[in-house]
């Protein structure tokens, strides 16, 4: 039976590149996008040409109905999930006094509510087999509480996200389900500006940015059965940055 990998925000930067590496381990791939049609399209190509099962479908998943939808298609297609990555998550930059409502909801909903909108639908499954993989995308300095003016919402929600994730960690232990973080600090994925990496270069003491596939490594390990003993940790990706 093949292995079932479900990964939010899973056409585009890390996402894919998560999906593309396990489809080459054969694992099946369930992915869902908010508007990036085309890049969806373009994914389940090179996956089909690799031989892998493979759908995408466009879901919001910061709406807890269309979370529910989104894993009972997946559930129906597959029979069953393996792993969820966690990895949908909108950015922007904004001073927080001109931070609108909109804006706020956007970063909390986006990237905490749906992380656990769709946690919520894939547990049962795996907690019946007993058996399963939860990975959720945080950020590189999350873990210290900092103001942050500028990424406020953004922050909050990732800092969150580690707390949610720890406590699935300890009440889906006995289950045989481990749930664990990466922080990325600055990767070169395309989801900030070639000006925002290069100067943040200098701020990294590694010396160079990320790539997606030190999130592709990180993931995989997570995934394997190396990991098994690995809940509610927190991988720092980010060269030394963030500490």
């Not at 995408?56 to 297609?77: G, I, L, T």
């Not at 580690?162 to 990325?184: C, E, G, Q, W």
């Amino acid at each position: 039976m093949d292995k079932v990998a479900l990964i939010t925000g899973g056409v585009r930067g890390i996402g894919r590149a998560i999906a593309l590496a396990l489809s080459e381990r054969g694992w099946a791939i369930a992915t869902c996008y908010r508007a990036s049609e085309e890049d969806a399209a373009s994914l389940n190509k090179a996956l089909a040409a690799k031989g892998v099962r493979a759908i995408s479908e466009r879901a919001d998943v910061s709406d807890a109905r269309q979370a529910e939808a989104f894993v009972r298609m997946v559930e129906n297609e597959f029979g069953h999930i393996d792993a969820l990555i966690n990895g949908a998550g909108p950015y922007h930059r904004v001073n927080l006094l001109e931070e609108t409502v909109d804006g706020w909801n956007e970063m909390i909903n986006g990237n905490l509510n749906s992380a656990f909108y769709v946690s919520r639908a894939v547990i049962p499954g795996m907690k019946e087999r007993r058996s399963g993989r939860i990975i959720n995308f945080s950020m590189a300095n999350a873990d210290k509480g900092e103001a942050q003016p500028f990424v406020t919402g953004h922050y909050i929600a990732k800092s969150g996200l580690l707390i949610l994730t720890r406590t699935l960690a300890k009440l889906l232990a006995p289950f045989n389900i481990t749930v664990n973080a990466i922080s990325p600090g600055f990767i070169d994925s395309g989801s900030a500006s070639a000006d925002e990496l290069q100067k943040m270069l200098k701020t990294i003491p590694a010396g160079y940015l990320g790539s997606v596939e030190d999130c592709v490594s990180a993931a995989l390990y997570l995934l394997s059965e190396e990991a098994r003993y690995i809940n509610g940790g927190n991988i720092h990706l980010s060269g030394g940055w963030g500490m």
